[in-house]
T-cell receptor, first 117, second 111 residues
């Protein structure tokens, strides 16, 4: 079974530039998450989709971050304009279970490492 | 606000010993906890899930306990091996049905 695919693996940009990350979840997984992981910290949720609807985006800095999940499958996360503090690994995850009380196991991609200079 | 603390940033143990990692949470009563392993440059990988009505869960050399009174979960690796060296993350489900992660404990098993 193919895992969660993310690209690019690495990206270096200058502050105020824009960047986009792409995620393809495991086939059939209803729920998709984007997490931000700063070096030495645990993953922090940015946004959660169930199918193509947003469930939770309370931690997403909406003045600069945006995300979409078209047709309930692939997702893109965009940062514009980037700040130095956005340097982090952006992890995409998906889970089979959608809604209800139980998120179930999350399957993570390898992440996209962003460096903002 | 919700908070989840893992006992230490780093833990070093001798090969063959039992590693015990601690996860404490405050300001919330989760229905379950999950534990993940993360290797450098990789995404987290699911290990175990334990529900609030379960005191203990085992999987091969791994054991997790969940004490809702103490608001604490313990994660044990018995007969530890150098290959167990990694960062271990605990997480609980929030009311919004997503996972809130701790900062992780970096375990090093010394041969």
């Amino acid at each position: 079974e193919a895992g969660v695919a993310q690209s690019p693996r690495y990206k270096i940009i200058e502050k105020r530039q824009s960047v986009a990350f792409w995620c393809n979840p495991i086939s059939g997984h209803a729920t998709l998450y984007w997490y931000q992981q700063i070096l030495g910290q645990g993953p922090k949720l940015l946004i959660q989709f169930q199918n193509n609807g947003v469930v939770d985006d309370s931690q997403l800095p909406k003045d600069r971050f945006s995300a979409e999940r078209l047709k309930g499958v692939d997702s893109t996360l965009k940062i514009q304009p980037a700040k130095l503090e956005d340097s982090a690994v952006y992890l995409c995850a998906s889970s089979l279970v959608g809604g209800g009380r139980d998120t179930g196991e999350l399957f993570f991609g390898e992440g996209s490492r962003l460096t903002v200079l | 606000s919700q908070k989840i603390e893992q006992n230490s940033e780093a833990l070093n143990i001798q090969e063959g010993k039992t590693a015990t990692l601690t996860c404490n949470y405050t300001n919330y009563s989760p229905a379950y906890l999950q534990w993940y392993r993360q290797d450098p440059g990789r995404g987290p990988v699911f290990l175990l899930l334990i529900r609030e009505n379960e005191k203990e869960k085992r999987k091969e050399r791994l054991k997790v306990t969940f004490d809702t009174t103490l608001k604490q979960s313990l994660f044990h690796i018995t007969a530890s091996q150098p290959a167990d060296s990694a960062t271990y993350l605990c997480a609980y489900q929030t009311g919004a049905n997503n996972l809130f992660f701790g900062t992780g404990t970096r375990l090093t098993v010394i041969p």
